[in-house]
């Protein structure tokens, strides 16, 4: 009897295992078309992954190509080859926005203030002082920048701009650590007022930036009228192209007014007013650009009269055709009285009523996309320290390293030296610096 049990105990699972045999089979089976479908849907998916990359990819081209700044930020300027024809290289582009600068003295409104400085960085080498130089001269490895900045737009309608630089310290004079700090109000789309210490808006030289400027530092009557570039007060900063008529497109003009130009020693208790007006044809690869300043200045000990004017007038003009690159400036005013220090440092040169005029003459030519050369012709008429005429001609070669880096070469033929602010007074200057 329990033979009989245990047989037909068997019997019965093996009968169940046949019977559940088929059905994991097809279980597995099912499960495999879910995986093979699963896995041409993914292959689908990549597939549309792929023409949607490169779709974009060609319309954010497009849109790069067809793109123009607004009136209120930039104008971009169009370049044209010898030949009247634009270039099919970007670099023809790059090449014109660097000679003209369209956005040169604009206000901060496009760009966005973060947490993040800007920082520069300017390593040099001079070597070789000019004839009677070698008190005025500074050999061997120097910095002659370290700079950082902080600057975009904080608001819907507010603005601000900070710069830290620390080379004076390393020379000796902490009292010029700040650079820039001012604070922006955005009127409408054309119109800023900005309020406190920052660039001076006169001619070119003194707006142009460091970081890009090809010669070693600006011309001689920048640092004999507008030592250290800036000056505290208010300006207000616009633009024409509202009135949207040919005659007024691309003008912007500045008008304000200024303690004046040294900060410590310029505290005659009068303001020193401004005004300049800057038109850029673009289709000429053109920029013209008028400025004038009319103020009073202060007189040494013992010297009394009216004739303490402090009025300067200035013509700057900038020109880019293909490879080749044209820039002039010409400045003429009161010969300035005293010297950019904490304590007023009377120039030996000065007497009332004296002239003195200044000014470049700049061209380059570009070698390939990223090797340049060029020269420069720069005067000065009365140096206010010697009653002089200072004559310089240097010529020399820049390359961009890399995106933000930049390494030049000078050297320089001057018949005597300069003594105000940024003066190279060396014939060969090394300058390697880098924007992050």
């Known amino acids: 009897m329990k033979g009989l049990v245990l047989i037909s105990l068997i019997c019965s699972l093996a009968i169940t295992a046949r019977a559940q045999r088929p059905n994991s089979d ?31 990819s060609q319309l954010r081209s497009v849109q790069a190509e067809a793109k123009e700044p607004t009136a209120s930020s930039a104008t971009k ?13 970007d670099s023809t582009d790059s090449f014109t926005e660097r000679l003209i600068e369209p956005e040169l003295g604009g206000d901060e409104r496009d760009a966005k203030l973060t947490p993040r400085p800007e920082v520069f960085i300017q390593a040099r080498y001079s070597a070789l002082p000019i004839r009677d130089a070698e008190s005025a001269f500074e050999p061997n490895l120097s910095l002659t920048r370290i700079e950082t900045r902080w600057s975009g737009r ?3 309608r507010l603005g601000a701009g ?93 008008v304000g007014a200024f303690n004046g130009n ?26 013209l650009g008028f400025s004038a300043q009319r103020g009073k200045q202060l007189l040494p000990v013992g010297v009394s009269g009216n004739n303490n004017d402090e009025n300067i007038v200035g013509l700057d003009f900038q020109y880019a055709r293909g490879r080749v690159g044209l820039r002039g400036e010409f400045v003429r005013g009161n010969t300035p009285s005293t010297l950019l220090g904490l304590e007023p440092e009377f120039a030996t040169a000065f007497h009332p009523g004296a002239r003195s005029s200044g000014g470049h003459l ?5 070698l390939n996309r990223r090797d340049n050369i060029y020269a420069r012709y720069d005067a000065f008429n009365h140096d206010p320290v010697t009653n002089r005429n200072v ?19 000078d050297y320089q033929f001057k018949n005597r030296p300069s003594f105000n602010d940024d003066a190279t007074n060396g014939r060969l200057n090394i300058t390697w610096g880098i924007e992050f």
């Open 154 to 156: 904080v608001g819907e």
């Open 391 to 409: 004559r310089a001609f240097n010529f020399g070669y820049f390359r961009p390293i890399g995106e933000a880096s930049r390494l030049s070469f």
């Open 26 to 56: 097809e279980r597995i089976r099912e499960l495999e078309r879910k995986l093979d479908d699963a896995t041409r849907r993914i292959e689908q998916l990549v597939g549309t992954v792929e023409l949607l990359r490169t779709e974009m």
């Open 77 to 89: 300027v169009t370049s044209t080859s010898t030949s009247g024809t634009r270039e099919p290289d």
């Open 362 to 366: 700049f061209t380059t030519y570009r």
């Open 162 to 254: 900070l710069e830290i630089q620390f080379h004076p310290a390393l020379d000796g004079s902490p009292e010029e650590l700040v650079n820039d700090a001012f604070i922006e109000y955005y009127l409408n789309d054309h119109v800023s007022v900005r309020v406190g210490q920052f660039i001076k808006p006169f001619g070119f030289d003194i707006q142009q930036s460091s970081g890009v400027r090809e010669s070693p530092e600006r011309a001689i009557f920048a640092g004999y009228f507008f030592p250290g570039q800036r000056d505290r007060g208010i300006s207000l900063t616009g633009d024409l192209d509202f009135l949207k008529t040919g005659a007024f497109k691309n003008i912007r003009y500045h």
């Open 262 to 287: 040294r900060f410590f020693t310029d505290n005659n208790r009068q303001a020193n007013y401004l005004v300049r007006i800057r038109k850029i044809f673009t289709e000429a690869n053109f920029a």
